[in-house]
């Protein structure tokens, strides 16, 4: 399964972005998909995920304004993001967990301005 994120940029603090990923395949049958995030300097961090069952994690960071979401019928997982801060900025990174694999998208950099 190949990942392809998209929806990054450049953003003011305040402001919104909603990422994407798009995978070469189903997502139906996985087990949860994610979304992680590594600034420069630091190591991966842990942002969201969401399971098949439909239970949500998030950073303690990003809680009440970020929301994961997916739609199996399109195979994408998204992440919505409001209320930036300079300290969201970070490549973004989409995983899926599936029982036949574990799979990571090549990142998009969200840069959020003071």
């Known amino acids: 399964v190949q990942l392809q994120a998209s929806g990054g940029g450049l953003v003011q603090a305040g402001g919104s972005l909603r990422l994407s990923c798009a995978a070469s395949?189903?997502?139906?049958?996985?087990?949860?998909v994610g979304w992680y995030r590594q600034a420069p300097g630091t190591r991966r961090d842990f942002v969201a995920t969401?399971?098949?069952?439909?239970?949500?994690n998030y950073a303690d960071s990003v809680k009440g304004r970020f929301t994961i979401a997916r739609d199996s019928a399109q195979n994408t997982v998204f992440l919505r993001m409001n209320s930036l801060k300079p300290e969201d900025t970070a490549v973004y990174y989409c995983?899926?967990?599936?029982?036949?694999?574990?799979?990571w998208g090549q990142g998009t950099l969200v840069t959020v301005s003071s």
């Open positions: 969401l399971t098949s069952g439909g239970s949500t």
């Open positions: 995983n899926l967990d599936c029982v036949w694999g574990n799979y």
């Open positions: 395949g189903s997502i139906f049958s996985c087990l949860s």
